[in-house]
Structure formats: structure tokens, C-alpha cells
């Protein structure tokens, strides 16, 4: 299935996070996803902005297949091209499979019970566009781009049972706007990542 506008189609491609399950599966720890979200195998974890899928992918070999990886998108076009291009990825006997739904977060986080993902994951489009690949253009122009709210953020915290974590642009308010500090990570890349602990369980 291909995504077509006036500029550009867009078919689904794993792109580098091929790359980064290969390192995984090699013992390369280092992925920054994996490490901020403290990920292991057997983990629930809830994608609330599967986009193309690439950490969603990521997050499924890390958790493995004894693991779960749900994934939103709320965009239907994005997720028809994506869900289906995922169900021809050949995830491997490590991975779990990505299990993506088309709805908007909130109203999935809001439907759940307290607790049910170890770690809730937030990757939004970015305020200050950064230069990127073809296939990120062409999200751009279909991708849901209303910014996380801390209203959002305070659900995702419910729902979660360890971290909710969020991805934003380095040199840009994203992170600071929701009060999240950004965990040291590498020089070398253009985003950062924020963490905050889920909330405790609250008393009958
Ligand atoms: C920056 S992209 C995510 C990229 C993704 N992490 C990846 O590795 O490919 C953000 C995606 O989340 C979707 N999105 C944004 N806000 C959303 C929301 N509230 N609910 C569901 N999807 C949302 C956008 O439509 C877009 O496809």
C-alpha cells in the first residue's frame, strides 16, 4: 500500500530502525529509546505516535517476544500505509509483533485502567521542523501535529507502571514546556529525551 499527494508517495520502509534492531540483537545497548525507558524483555509498552514505525519496531526487539508493543496513530492515512507495511515486516523470532491502532491518545489513555503498560511513550511532531528523510516529509503533511499536553501527559502517568517518555527537538521548548529535563545522551544527534516516573497506585 502507497501513500500519494501532489509532492510525493510514501510506501512503508523500516529505515533505521532495521539498523537498530540489528544492533540490538548484536548486544549493542546503546539504543536511547531502550535505555531512557529502562526497557526489558517481557515489558508492556504503548507507542502513543507510531508514525512510521521506526521505535515501535525498536521497542518489539527490545521487549522481545514474550513482550507487547501497542501502538496509536491518529492519523487514518499514516496508519493504513504503516499498519499494513508492518504486517509485512518480517519481525524475527526475537520481536514481538507491533500491534497498531488508528485512535487519538487521549481517548485511548483515558479508556484504560490505571497501571496496564510498563512505559508509555511519546514521540511528537516537532516544533521546529528539522531536516529529515523524504518519508518524514510526506508524515509531515499528514501527521496529527497538536502538541502533548501536560493534561496528556498526566493520563499517560496513570496508565503507566514504571516511566512515560518523550522524544523532542533539541534546541527547541518541547521538553521544557511539559517540565521534563532531558537525560544526558549524545552530542551527536538532533533530539533528546525526557522521562517522567508513573504515578503511584492510587489507594482504594
Ligand atoms: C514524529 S511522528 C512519530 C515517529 C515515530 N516515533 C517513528 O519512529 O516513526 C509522530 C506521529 O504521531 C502521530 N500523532 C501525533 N499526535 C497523536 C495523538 N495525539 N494520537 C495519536 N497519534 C498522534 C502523528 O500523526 C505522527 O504520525
Known amino acids: 500500500m502507497s501513500l500519494w499527494d501532489s509532492e510525493n508517495s510514501f510506501s512503508f520502509n523500516p529505515g533505521m530502525a532495521h539498523l537498530r534492531r540489528l544492533r540490538w540483537l548484536e548486544g549493542d545497548r546503546g539504543d536511547a529509546l531502550a535505555r531512557v525507558a529502562e526497557l526489558r524483555a517481557g515489558d508492556h509498552v504503548l507507542d502513543c505516535t507510531l508514525g512510521l514505525g521506526q521505535d515501535a519496531l525498536v521497542a ?9 508493543v501497542v501502538a496509536l496513530e491518529k492519523s487514518l492515512a499514516l496508519y493504513a500505509v504503516v499498519s499494513e507495511g508492518l504486517k509485512t515486516y518480517d519481525a524475527g ?46 508524515l509531515r503533511r499528514f501527521a496529527e501535529h497538536a502538541p502533548l499536553t501536560p493534561e496528556v501527559l498526566e493520563e499517560a502517568r496513570r496508565v503507566a507502571r514504571r516511566w512515560v517518555v518523550v522524544k523532542g527537538a533539541k534546541h527547541s521548548e ?6 521534563l529535563e532531558a537525560e544526558p545522551g549524545s552530542r551527536y544527534t538532533s533530539v533528546i529525551w525526557g522521562r517522567v516516573p508513573a504515578l503511584p497506585p492510587a489507594r482504594e
Open 174 to 179: 518541547d521538553l521544557r514546556k511539559l517540565g
Open 60 to 68: 518489539a526487539v527490545v521487549v522481545g517476544q514474550q513482550g507487547r
Open 93 to 138: 523470532p526475537e520481536s514481538c509483533r507491533v500491534e497498531p491502532v488508528h485512535t487519538g491518545a487521549h481517548a485511548y489513555l483515558r479508556a484504560l485502567p490505571s497501571g496496564s503498560f510498563d512505559v508509555v511513550f511519546f514521540d511528537p511532531m516537532f516544533e521546529k521542523p528539522k531536516k529529515s528523510q523524504p518519508a518524514f516529509e510526506m
